[in-house]
């Protein structure tokens, strides 16, 4: 099965500043990976996702980087807001490809946005 | 996306019980995961719920502790039996949409005394 490790656990970056989560995965078929935002109290909602034929993908303030070749994928936030506070886990397909036998997770990153 | 519901949202209960979670979802869907969140962690996935089938557990899980119904293609249920502490977490039902998309509930708390 997958294994997926993420960086930084915890990230504190000032308001309009920039954050990057690193996420690193063992399997190099595995094909898709989404990026979850989970809030207090809330489940994880998915907020990018990419998929291997492609290696970078953005939707407004956020993109993802993909290197299969080093088997890595980042999270980018620009122009921060507090609203962005949040825990946020990257994932990949516990098996071999697709996601469609479940997703493996990171352990997290949380993600502070300072005023 | 996908509307996903669960019942109960929270819920306190007593060792040696056990407690069912619903998950409803607003649009039929082939694949329906159960995954625990335990305090401060990430999601570990339970298994896989097919309809018409029997679901498929993860290492470390067993039908006998955790027993899944997927009666139809909108909806599905876990058991956690004879409960304790250590099963406090919370427990996220999940469909997949578009190929491998996955959407999630808004989760079901537990707590064991």
């Known amino acids: 099965g997958e294994n997926v490790e993420q960086h930084p656990s915890t990230l504190s970056v000032q308001e309009g500043d920039s954050a990057v989560i690193k996420c690193t995965y063992s399997?190099?078929?595995?094909?898709?990976f989404p990026w979850y935002k989970q809030e207090l109290g809330k489940g994880p909602q998915l907020i990018i996702d990419?998929?291997?034929?492609?290696g970078e993908k953005k939707d407004q303030r956020i993109a993802v980087t993909l290197n299969k070749t080093a088997k890595h994928f980042s999270l980018h936030i620009t122009e921060t807001q507090p609203e962005d506070s949040a825990v946020y886990f990257c994932?990949?397909?516990?098996?071999?490809?697709?996601?469609?036998?479940?997703?493996?997770f990171g352990k997290g990153t949380h993600l502070i946005i300072q005023p | 996306s996908a509307v996903i519901s669960q019942k109960p949202s929270r819920d306190i209960c007593q060792r040696g019980t056990s407690l069912t979670i619903q998950c409803q979802v607003d649009?039929?869907?082939?694949?329906m995961f159960w995954y625990r969140q335990q305090p401060g962690q990430s999601l570990t996935l339970i298994a896989t719920?097919?309809?018409?089938?029997?679901?498929?557990?993860e290492s470390g899980f067993v039908i006998d502790k955790f027993p899944i119904s997927r009666p139809n293609l909108t909806f599905s249920t876990l058991t956690v039996s004879n409960m304790s502490p250590e099963d406090s977490s919370i427990y996220l039902c999940?469909?997949?949409?578009?190929?491998?998309?996955?959407?999630f509930g808004p989760g079901t708390r537990l707590t064991v005394l």
């Open positions: 999940s469909v997949n949409r578009a190929l491998d998309t996955q959407y």
């Open positions: 399997d190099s078929a595995s094909n898709y």
């Open positions: 990419i998929r291997s034929n492609v």
């Open positions: 994932a990949a397909p516990s098996y071999s490809g697709g996601g469609a036998d479940g997703l493996t």
């Open positions: 649009s039929q869907v082939t694949m």
């Open positions: 719920a097919n309809q018409g089938s029997e679901a498929t557990y």
